[in-house]
C-alpha cells in the first residue's frame, strides 16, 4: 500500500467527531489565510505605520488560533481517547495539522518579509544600491544618451561664466566688508572678518540660472568680550533634545589682569578708575549693547545680529555706490545679506553675505539664517553650518572617483528637477541641500568604479531611491555628525564626530502637514520626471535641437 493510499485510509477510518474537528481546522486555517492584513493591506498609510498595524493584526490572529487550536484538542481528548490509544495513527494526525498551520503561516511570513523588503526602494546595506537594481522596476530617467544630452544643453553652467562671476562677487564683496569696517566703531562694534564662498557654485555642482554666490562672513566682539559656546551635543550644557544640530552663543566679558577689578564684583557706586573706559558697556549703537543680545539674558539673538548687519551693509554701500555702476538691492528683508546686483545691461548676479560666528578654532559656523530656509528654530539657538567641511569632503572623495565621473552631473540634475517642480507646486521642506546629503551618503557607502560617465542613469535612480527611502523612514542623518565613515583628513572636531546623528527629516516627524506636502511634492517630481526632460528636449525631423533652443533653455 503506497503511502498516499495510507493516509487516505486513516482520514476515512476517523470517528465523525474526528472529521469534524479536522474540517474546523481546516476552515480555521483557511480564515486567517484570507484575513491576512498582507492580502488587504490598509490604505493612505506610511510604511512604518503600515508595518505597525500589519504586527498588531498578525498577533491578533495568533492569539485566535492557539485559543481554538487548544479548544479543539480538549474535544477530540474527550471524543476520541480510546481510539487515540488503539490507534497511534490517529493521534498523530492531530499533530500533522497543527504543524500543516504552523508550516502555513510561518510561509506567509517570510513572502510577508520578502515583499515588504522588495516594495523599499533601497536595501540596508547602501553598497547595495550601487547595482542599480534599487528602481528598476519604475523607469524614471531616459537612457544615457538622452540624460547626457539633455544635461549638456539644458543643466550644464560653464565653468568660465562661473569663474567670471565669483570674481565679480568676491572683489565686491571684500570692497563692501572693507567700507564696513570704516564705518564702524572699532572699540563698540563687531569685528567684521573676510569672507569665505560656500554652497553649491563653490562645490561646482551650481544647475540653475542667475548664478548664486554664498559667502559668509564671521564676526567677533570687541576686547574685552569674547564668545562662549553651548553645544547640543555636550552633555554639560542644557540644550533641549528638539534643537539638534544648533546651539546658543553667549556674550563673555575676559577679565582684565593685575587688577582687582576683573576679579571682583563692583556694586552699582563704585568705580574702578584705572578702567574706568572698559568697565563702561557700550552704549546703544554698539554691536555688543543689549540689543545684540535676547532681552535679559547674555545669549546672542539671531534677529538682532541680523538687523545690525543689514543696517551696516546700507550704510557700507552708501560709502561705495559711487564707484560702481550697478544698482544693489536687498532681495529680501528677512535675509540680512540678501543681495541682488542688476546693471545696465539687464544682467543680474545675486549674493548671500551670511553673518557667521566662528565654533571655537575650527571651520565649523553658527550661522544665522540659511538662505534655503524659511522659518528657523528659536532665536537664540543657531544653527551650526558645515560647508567648509562638506566642500573639503566632496573634493576628497572626487580624488578617488574615475576621470569624468557622473557624482556632479546626478547632484545637477536632481537639484534642477527639484527646483522646475517647485516652480509649479510650490515649497516644501525637501531643499537642495538634502539632495547633497544624499549624494554624499552614497559617495561614502558605494564603490568609486560606480560613478563612471556611463552609469549616469543608474546613479541618479539611486540618489531618488535613497531619497524615497528616507521620506518613508523620515530619517535622513547629518554626513557629517556621528559619522564613522569619514576620511580622517577632513579633520571633523571629535565632539562632532562622536555626537549622535543628528536626523535632518526631523520637523517631518512632528508636522504630520509638512510631511505630507513634501512626499506628495516629491512623488510629483518623479511623476513628471520624464515629462520634463521631453519638454526641455524637444524632439525634431534630423533628431537635433538648435544651438538657440539649446541656450535660451538653460535661462
Known amino acids: 500500500m503506497g503511502s498516499s493510499e495510507k493516509l487516505y485510509l486513516v482520514v476515512s477510518e476517523t470517528p465523525a467527531s474526528m472529521q469534524g474537528a479536522i474540517a474546523r481546522v481546516c476552515v ?7 484575513n491576512h ?4 493591506p490598509k490604505e493612505n498609510l506610511t510604511v512604518p505605520e503600515q508595518d505597525e498595524e500589519l504586527l ?6 495568533e492569539e485566535r488560533l492557539e485559543a481554538e487550536q487548544a479548544r479543539l484538542e480538549r474535544e477530540l481528548s474527550e471524543a476520541a481517547p480510546e481510539e487515540a490509544r488503539d490507534d497511534p495513527e490517529e493521534g498523530y494526525s492531530c499533530y500533522f495539522w497543527s504543524a500543516l498551520s504552523m ?3 510561518f510561509t506567509i ?7 515588504i523588503g522588495a516594495c523599499s526602494p533601497g536595501q540596508e546595506e547602501e553598497d547595495a544600491l550601487a547595482d542599480g537594481t534599487a528602481w528598476a522596476c519604475r523607469p524614471l530617467f531616459p537612457d544615457k544618451g538622452v540624460l547626457s544630452s539633455f544635461y549638456e544643453r539644458c543643466v550644464r553652467v560653464s565653468p568660465q561664466e562661473t569663474r567670471r562671476t565669483c570674481e565679480f562677487v568676491e572683489g565686491f564683496a571684500d570692497d563692501l566688508l572693507e567700507a564696513l569696517r570704516s564705518a564702524s566703531d572699532r572699540e563698540a562694534d563687531m569685528e567684521v572678518e573676510d569672507c569665505l564662498g560656500v554652497g553649491s557654485i563653490y562645490e561646482g555642482w551650481r544647475a540653475s540660472k542667475p548664478l548664486m554666490c554664498d559667502l559668509i562672513v564671521p564676526f567677533a566682539p570687541p576686547e574685552p568680550y569674547s564668545f562662549g559656546f553651548e553645544l547640543w551635543c555636550s552633555a554639560a550644557d542644557d540644550v533641549p533634545p528638539d534643537m539638534q544640530g544648533c546651539g546658543r552663543i553667549r556674550l563673555v566679558r575676559a577679565r582684565e589682569a593685575g587688577c582687582l577689578c576683573g576679579g571682583t564684583e563692583l556694586g552699582d557706586d563704585m568705580l574702578c578708575l584705572l578702567h574706568q573706559g572698559k568697565n563702561e558697556r557700550p552704549r546703544t549703537g554698539g554691536a555688543t549693547d543689549d540689543l545684540l543680545c535676547s532681552r535679559d539674558t547674555p545669549y546672542l539673538a539671531k534677529d538682532q545680529v541680523m538687523k545690525w548687519f543689514q543696517i551696516s551693509v ?12 550697478f544698482e544693489l538691492a536687498f532681495r529680501n528683508l528677512d ?6 546686483v542688476r546693471f545696465r545691461s539687464g544682467k543680474v548676479v545675486v549674493l548671500n553675505l551670511t553673518p557667521v560666528v566662528q565654533f571655537e578654532d575650527t571651520d565649523a559656523y553658527f550661522v544665522s539664517h540659511f538662505p534655503s530656509d524659511g522659518d528657523s528654530c528659536s532665536d537664540t539657538f543657531w544653527p551650526l553650518s558645515f560647508a567648509v567641511y562638506e566642500k573639503n569632503l566632496l573634493k576628497c572623495l572626487a580624488k578617488s572617483l574615475p576621470e569624468n565621473s557622473c557624482h556632479i552631473k546626478c547632484l545637477q540634475i536632481a537639484s534642477f528637477l527639484h527646483k522646475k517642480q517647485t516652480g509649479l507646486t510650490g515649497k516644501s521642506a525637501l531643499t537642495n541641500y538634502h539632495l547633497k546629503t544624499v549624494l554624499l551618503h552614497l559617495l561614502l557607502g558605494t564603490k568609486s568604479s560606480a560613478w563612471g560617465a556611463e552609469n549616469l542613469e543608474l546613479r541618479l535612480r539611486d540618489i531618488m531611491g535613497f531619497l524615497e527611502k528616507s521620506l518613508q523612514e523620515k530619517r535622513l542623518c547629518h554626513v557629517l555628525i556621528g559619522n564613522s565613515r569619514l576620511p580622517k583628513e577632513i579633520g571633523i572636531p571629535a565632539i562632532f564626530r562622536r555626537a549622535e546623528p543628528v536626523n535632518l527629516f526631523r520637523p517631518l516627524v512632528l508636522q504630520r502637514h509638512l510631511y505630507a506636502q513634501t512626499v506628495e511634492h516629491f512623488h510629483e517630481m518623479l511623476k513628471n520626471t520624464s515629462v520634463l526632460i521631453q519638454e526641455y528636449m524637444p524632439h525634431f525631423p534630423n533628431g537635433t535641437v538648435p544651438q538657440t533652443i539649446g541656450a535660451s533653455l538653460q535661462s
Open 103 to 105: 508550516i502555513i503561516f
Open 314 to 325: 546700507t550704510k557700507a554701500w552708501a560709502r561705495i555706490s559711487h564707484k560702481y555702476e
Open 56 to 61: 498588531a493584526r498578525m498577533r491578533e490572529h
Open 109 to 115: 511570513e517570510v513572502c510577508r518579509q520578502d515583499l
Open 335 to 340: 535675509s540680512p545679506g540678501a543681495l541682488k
Open 28 to 34: 480555521v486555517v483557511a480564515a486567517a489565510i484570507l
Open 37 to 40: 492584513p498582507l492580502l488587504f
